[in-house]
């Protein structure tokens, strides 16, 4: 099973290491990278809600988690997100629906 870290791009990895090096100042982070406080405050939030997604104990799929994960970035708006997080829960019922063996189905392959 994969680490939290072990899902993180390098950019965020990256980004990690110049936070821990400036001993998590933010204000000397931002005049590293040359941008504003709130910029670096939004990236590291971003950041914070990407590992708590990839830390969850809460059962989902890779899909999912990467849904998850892209929202927490920035790079999937909400509705997106939702329509495409509704759509897979969608499937994911489909499939089971029609897998007799599939968790929660009876001997005859009906939800129990």
């Not at 892209?70 to 897979?88: E, I, P």
């Amino acid at each position: 099973m994969k680490r939290w870290i072990d899902h993180l791009e390098e950019e965020d990895l990256a980004f990690l290491k110049r936070f821990v090096l400036a001993s998590g100042s933010l204000k000397e982070l931002a005049e590293a990278y040359g941008i504003s406080y709130p910029t670096v405050r939004l990236r590291l939030d971003r950041l914070i809600e990407k590992i708590r997604v990839f830390e969850s104990m809460q059962p989902m799929s890779d899909f999912e988690r990467s849904l998850r994960a892209l929202h927490a970035d920035g790079t999937l708006d909400l509705s997106t997100f939702k329509k495409l997080l509704r759509l897979h829960q969608q499937s994911l019922e489909a499939n089971r629906a029609n897998d007799p063996d599939a968790p929660g189905n009876d001997a005859h392959g009906k939800r129990k």
